[in-house]
């Protein structure tokens, strides 16, 4: 479960979402504005993300969620959108049926990205969107993104600046975290493990070929793309 913020954080956001600006609270704390509304963004993340882990397994709808963020958590600046995928993500609702707007490619993508990070999560809030894993990371005043983005055989992340875009990119290969399997039975041949798609079923559910890593090998990939986040900040 990520850490509760600090209680200077909690009070600056509960100023601001009572209508203090920036200004008067960056003047009040002695620190820049764009450093209030980062304290502001983040702290409201991370109580919104405690409140929906309270509200999980409940009969809590979609629309109750909206409702809190509108009344509790507007000043996060957030889109809608993202609020419910966290919501559909803490819940273990982020099923077929509420993914059914997506292309069947990026649901299955979603699957795979889930299923490596969820056992190494617990240090930080992670955000699946698109064909991607979102984290936040604080480098001194200002909040980095950094960014998974899965691929049939390795994993490309980058560091984003918020104002000032890509900062850093690598390719994270399969080949170098897990081993090569027989291709089959009647070919002698090895192979590296890759991801395969089916976009033409969206039933089904992605597939490694020829079978799956073990888990202590989805740990290592895992591990190495925290640890390469965490070469830029703090995960958030």
Same mark, same amino acid.
Not at 203 to 216: E, G, L, S, Y
């Given at each position: 479960?990520?850490?509760?913020?600090?209680?200077?954080d909690?009070?600056i &956001?509960?100023a601001?979402?009572?209508?203090q600006?920036p200004?008067?609270?960056?003047?009040?704390?002695?620190?820049?504005q764009?450093?209030i509304?980062? @304290?502001?963004?983040?702290?409201?993340?991370?109580?919104?993300?405690?409140?929906?882990? =309270?509200?999980?397994?409940?009969?809590?709808? +979609?629309?109750?969620i909206l409702?809190?963020?509108?009344?509790?958590?507007?000043?996060?600046? &957030?889109?809608?959108?993202?609020?419910?995928h966290l919501?559909h993500?803490?819940?273990?609702?982020?099923?077929?049926?509420?993914?059914?707007?997506?292309?069947?490619?990026?649901?299955?993508?979603r699957?795979?990205?889930?299923?490596l990070?969820?056992?190494n999560?617990d240090?930080?809030?992670?955000?699946?969107l698109?064909?991607?894993?979102y984290?936040?990371?604080?480098?001194?005043?200002?909040?980095?993104?950094?960014?998974?983005?899965l691929?049939?055989?390795?994993?490309?992340? =980058?560091?984003?600046?918020?104002?000032?875009?890509?900062?850093s990119?690598? =390719?994270i290969?399969?080949? +170098?975290? @897990?081993?090569?399997?027989p291709?089959?039975?009647?070919?002698?041949?090895? @192979?590296?493990?890759?991801?395969?798609?089916?976009n033409?079923?969206? +039933?089904k559910?992605?597939?490694? @070929?020829?079978?799956?890593?073990?888990q202590?090998?989805?740990?290592a990939?895992a +591990?190495?793309?925290l640890?390469?986040?965490?070469?830029?900040?703090?995960l958030?």
């Amino acid at each position: 479960m990520p850490k509760m913020p600090n209680a200077r954080d909690i009070a600056i &956001f509960q100023a601001r979402t009572n209508g203090q600006t920036p200004a008067e609270l960056s003047q009040h704390y002695h620190v820049s504005q764009e450093r209030i509304r980062q @304290i502001v963004r983040k702290t409201g993340m991370l109580l919104l993300r405690h409140e929906m882990l =309270s509200l999980r397994n409940t009969d809590t709808t +979609d629309n109750d969620i909206l409702q809190l963020y509108r009344t509790n958590y507007k000043v996060i600046n &957030f889109p809608e959108e993202h609020i419910l995928h966290l919501w559909h993500n803490i819940n273990g609702t982020a099923t077929r049926q509420t993914l059914q707007k997506e292309p069947a490619d990026l649901n299955s993508h979603r699957v795979v990205l889930q299923n490596l990070f969820h056992t190494n999560s617990d240090e930080c809030t992670i955000q699946f969107l698109s064909y991607s894993a979102y984290i936040q990371i604080q480098s001194s005043d200002i909040v980095l993104i950094g960014r998974a983005e899965l691929h049939d055989n390795h994993i490309q992340v =980058s560091i984003i600046h918020p104002a000032n875009g890509l900062v850093s990119s690598e =390719s994270i290969r399969f080949a +170098d975290y @897990i081993e090569c399997r027989p291709t089959g039975m009647n070919d002698p041949a090895y @192979i590296v493990p890759y991801i395969s798609f089916d976009n033409s079923q969206p +039933d089904k559910q992605p597939q490694w @070929i020829p079978i799956a890593p073990n888990q202590k090998e989805l740990n290592a990939l895992a +591990d190495t793309v925290l640890d390469y986040f965490k070469l830029f900040g703090l995960l958030l």
